[in-house]
Nanobody, 119 residues
Framework: VQLVESGGGLVQSGGSLRLSCAASGFTFSSYGMSWYRQAPGKERELVARISSAGSGSAGSTTNYADSVKGRFTISRDNAKNTVYLQMSSLKPEDTAVYLC????????WGQGTQVTVSS
């Protein structure tokens, strides 16, 4: 299993970023995918989760942390084995390393991508 995140960077408060996570080594379309984040000195927290069904298809479900509802959108493209996190109206408190996750028999993680939001 390999998860490779990209798309992080430095953005001003109120700005937007789109993160991508390219997955390989397993049947991507069979598993739900998640984005987590970890800020310095804080515990890792779940940001968003999407079911295995492709975005826009019947049965596709998403869940979000209260802190990002209405600002972040998780989606996936099962043809490209990729999950996305569109982040808008970014705030300084969104600054963290963002990690892609898939749970099979145990959790698999990517290396993470840094998102820094300046005030």
């Amino acid at each position: 299993v390999q998860l490779v995140e990209s798309g992080g960077g430095l953005v001003q408060s109120g700005g937007s970023l789109r993160l991508s996570c390219a997955a390989s080594g397993f049947t991507f379309s069979s598993y739900g995918m998640s984005w987590y984040r970890q800020a310095p000195g804080k515990e890792r927290e779940l940001v968003a989760r999407i079911s295995s069904a492709g975005s826009g298809s019947a049965g596709s479900t998403t869940n979000y942390a209260d802190s990002v509802k209405g600002r972040f959108t998780i989606s996936r493209d099962n043809a490209k084995n990729t999950v996305y996190l569109q982040m808008s109206s970014l705030k300084p408190e969104d600054t963290a390393v963002y990690l892609c996750n898939v749970r099979r028999l145990h959790d698999y993680w990517g290396q993470g991508t840094q998102v820094t939001v300046s005030s």
